[in-house]
């Protein structure tokens, strides 16, 4: 499991010119490992996180993600079969987590499961598979509860979990603590470098919060589309 980013470049149209979001990136995160980015607004780190997730296309340059089933660059793939790599193989978690709200936070997994097409998984094995999660985020007494029902700590948990269902190799974090207080974004900032190593996950995570950083394992700055490596603070 790993993401290779190689010489990405993208760019958007700007007047009768173009805007480079992200200048020649290259990055590698290898399966188990946290890269996490940082950087002002607008510096480009939304667009990489596209770039990984492949909702978006770069201009040029290689996305490589590594699985059991083989390598693949995600940067050639059809609108189609970006999707289905979405579906099987990431979990994307957004800053807030879109969770549906006539579902419980059971079957918020639930679903997932079926839209990644797993095969021959079946309902018991998916119910206990998402079950499994939700006790790992710490949400299993509130399995039957709907998103209305939640915290907004417990609707991040639920999302965390989602993202999980399908066994990513690939884990697209995006602002996970920024509608909550320190304390809770303490926590799920814990469950996700915990359940990533665990789940051997190769995760980029995008974060205004520098407090947290020494629990990465690599620290990048992204300014004005280049990424340059930083020096993964000690724990304070």
């Known amino acids: 499991m790993a993401l ?7 760019t958007y149209p700007d007047g009768a010119g173009r805007l480079t979001a992200l200048d020649r990136v290259s990055l590698r995160v290898p399966g188990g490992t946290i890269a996490a980015v940082t950087g002002p607004s607008g510096s480009g780190k939304s667009s990489l996180l596209a770039v990984a997730a492949t909702l978006i296309r770069p201009d040029s340059g290689a996305v490589v993600l590594d699985t059991d089933a083989g390598s693949t660059d995600l940067a050639t793939l059809s609108r189609r079969a970006a999707s289905a790599v979405r579906r099987t193989a990431m979990g994307i978690v957004f800053q807030q987590p879109n969770l549906i709200p006539a579902l419980t936070a059971l079957e918020q997994l639930e679903v997932t499961a079926h839209l990644g097409g797993k095969p021959r998984a079946g309902r018991s ?10 006790d790992a985020v710490g949400l299993s007494e509130h399995a039957g509860k709907r998103p209305a029902q939640l915290s907004g700590g417990q609707r991040q948990r639920v999302n965390i979990a989602r993202a999980l269902m399908n066994d990513p190799a690939l884990l697209v974090v995006d602002e996970p603590t920024s509608a909550l207080d320190s304390e809770r974004g303490a926590a799920v900032l814990d469950l996700i470098t915990a359940i990533a190593r665990e789940h051997r996950a190769a995760t980029i995570l995008v ?10 394992d690599a620290v990048y700055r992204m300014t004005d589309g ?6 993964v603070p000690a724990h304070a």
């Not at 974060?207 to 990465?216: E, G, I």
Request: aromatic share 0%; no cysteine; proline share 3%.
């Open 4 to 10: 290779t980013l190689t010489d990405v470049t993208l």
């Open 207 to 216: 974060t205004h919060d520098p407090t947290h950083l020494h629990r990465m």
């Open 226 to 231: 280049l990424l340059t490596t930083l020096d």
């Open 125 to 134: 094995e998916t119910r206990s598979r998402a079950k499994e999660l939700l």
